[in-house]
Nanobody, 125 residues
Framework: QVQLVESGGGLVQAGESLRLSCAAS????????MGWFRQAPGKEREFVAA????????SYVDSVKGRFTISRDNVKNMVYLQMNSLKPEDTAVYYC??????????????????WGKGTLVTVSS
């Protein structure tokens, strides 16, 4: 069992940065691929980024490549999403997710093993 708690959301202006954190509980954290999804108002939840259990593999949706960086700390059971050059279209609730499937499958998936409750990111223009 893995429990996920996100933090770090807030209101920022376009061009600014935020770092989201996801605290995971459970002794098997390092066995899970981890990642982030987001859901904007009136839209379906979409994949944002994922990182392999070792941290050596990452995957991003095209719209955030070069601006967002995902990382993890398997000692602290933490996953991070550094978001730079934020745009109004990044406004969404961001969800942390854990799953044992390879991160290559994540962009086409939405039914992850575990989800956090989400943290709201609002980017004003």
């Amino acid at each position: 069992q893995v429990q996920l708690v996100e933090s770090g959301g807030g209101l920022v202006q376009a061009g600014e940065s935020l770092r989201l954190s996801c605290a995971a509980s459970g002794r098997t954290f390092s066995r899970y691929e981890m990642g982030w999804f987001r859901q904007a108002p009136g839209k379906e939840r979409e994949f944002v980024a994922a990182i392999s259990w070792s941290g050596r593999g990452t995957s991003y949706v095209d719209s955030v490549k070069g601006r967002f960086t995902i990382s993890r700390d398997n000692v602290k059971n933490m996953v991070y999403l550094q978001m730079n050059s934020l745009k109004p279209e990044d406004t969404a609730v961001y969800y942390c997710a854990a799953d044992q499937r390879p991160i290559s499958t994540w962009p086409q998936s939405n039914g992850m093993d575990y989800w956090g409750k989400g943290t709201l990111v609002t980017v004003s223009s």
